[in-house]
């Protein structure tokens, strides 16, 4: 799973017309998820180890540990798209 979004900002200020984002990196306990996304130009170059746009941000929410919750990497991607920045990005 990851995101793509369309006209997206990069931190350097180009703009690119889609970015794919995947979360690389996890760390935390029942109460708290850490997780780094990364952004790259698309899944292709993802799949083909191409360096990323930038810089990865860190971002984390508290997961659900109750019986029958979706694992924590489906969780993390629902809660990114909770936020501002990603409410108009699509599953990929």
Do not use: W
């Amino acid at each position: 799973m990851a995101l793509l979004k369309q006209n997206e900002t990069l931190s350097n200020g180009i703009v690119a017309p889609t970015v794919y984002y995947r979360i690389k990196k996890f760390h935390g306990e029942k109460t708290r998820i850490y997780f780094e996304l990364i952004p790259y130009l698309s899944q292709e170059s993802y799949a083909n180890g191409i360096q990323s746009l930038g810089t990865g941000k860190i971002y984390n929410f508290e997961p659900s540990v109750s019986d029958g919750a979706t694992n924590f990497i489906k969780q993390s991607y629902i809660y990114l798209k909770t936020l501002d920045e990603f409410k108009n990005s699509t599953d990929c």
